[in-house]
Nanobody, 121 residues
């Protein structure tokens, strides 16, 4: 059974940093690209970033302006999102998501439960 559990969320002041983790199990983590997706209060899902299976290719939403970094440790079956220079507009629930097939496109078949990130003074 597939499980993905996010951690590392919390309350941070504007300009601060957080590192989210997504611990995955129940599938061969190193064979699949992964994404981070967020949902701000009262808004729809917003794609944040993705990374290929080997970790050598990454993509980001233009709105992030280079503040976020996605990475993965396939030996630990863990996906990360380093978030720097956080802004109140980054307040959202952050989800890790697994692509259904072994590429960086297409639908997701599994999601984590989400990690709340709140940026406020």
């Amino acid at each position: 059974e597939v499980h993905m559990v996010e951690s590392g969320g919390g309350l941070v002041q504007p300009g601060g940093s957080l590192r989210l983790s997504c611990a995955a199990s129940g599938f061969t983590f190193s064979r699949y690209a992964m994404s981070w997706v967020r949902q701000a209060p009262g808004k729809g899902l917003e794609w944040v970033s993705n990374i290929n299976a080997g970790g050598g290719t990454t993509n980001y939403a233009d709105s992030l302006k280079g503040r976020f970094t996605i990475s993965r440790d396939n030996a630990k079956n863990t996906l990360y999102l380093q978030m720097n220079s956080l802004e109140p507009e980054d307040t959202a629930v952050y989800y890790c998501a697994k692509y259904m097939i072994a590429t960086m496109t297409g639908p997701y078949d599994y999601w984590g439960q989400g990690a709340q990130v709140t940026v406020s003074s």
